[in-house]
């Protein structure tokens, strides 16, 4: 069964940084493409950014330059460093495979305001 715990949410004021980190238990991360997703209040859950088997990484537009995904092999973990931030950041933050599994684990909220 696989599980998706994500962490390191927090607020911070427009600029700031915060780590985020996804643990998985049933999907080996150099294994697959993981994924980070984003939700903010009313609007629909969204793309962030991806690492592919061979660790190249993709992100959205909105992120390119401020962002950088990585994983760390021997813990099966996928970082989401976020730099930069703005307060259209603010949202709750899910990983998962790229593409999606069809459920989602609880996120991690996000929120930039000063």
């Known amino acids: 069964q696989v599980q998706l715990v994500e962490s390191g949410g927090g607020s911070v004021q427009p600029g700031g940084s915060l780590r985020l980190s996804c643990t998985t238990s049933?999907?080996?991360?150099?294994?697959?493409?993981m994924g980070w997703y984003r939700q903010a209040p009313g609007n629909e859950r969204e793309f962030v950014a991806l690492?592919?088997?061979?660790?190249?990484?993709y992100f959205a537009d909105s992120v390119k330059g401020r962002f950088t995904i990585s994983r760390d092999n021997m813990k099966n973990t996928v970082t989401l460093q976020m730099n930069s931030l703005k307060p259209e950041d603010t949202a709750v933050y899910h990983c998962n495979r790229s593409p999606p599994l069809g459920f989602w684990g609880q996120g991690t909220q996000v929120t930039v305001s000063s």
């Open positions: 049933g999907l080996i991360v150099n294994l697959t493409t």
């Open positions: 690492i592919r088997r061979d660790g190249s990484t």
